[in-house]
């Protein structure tokens, strides 16, 4: 049973994750990343990540640092 719609756009989604307390998700799309707050009123940061598209992102529970991987070859670290 749907819940709720937490991201409605025409671009696909190729990654996604929480962060540690679960009141953020970070997701890509194409050559963004997205950091969006769950809570009502604050809008969504959008990084342009890569040259390419990203293809996995990973948000570190340990420290809250962000990790993504892109076709360009790259990956980085988002503090």
Known sequence: ML???LIVN???ILSADW???SSKIV???HDTLCI???KANIKTIRIR???DLILKVSWCRANDLIVS???DCYYKVYI
């Open 10 to 12: 025409a671009e696909p």
């Open 19 to 21: 962060n540690s307390d």
């Open 27 to 29: 997701y890509t799309q």
């Open 3 to 5: 819940r709720t719609k």
């Open 36 to 38: 969006k707050s769950l």
């Open 49 to 51: 990540g890569h040259s």
């Open 69 to 71: 991987g892109g076709e």
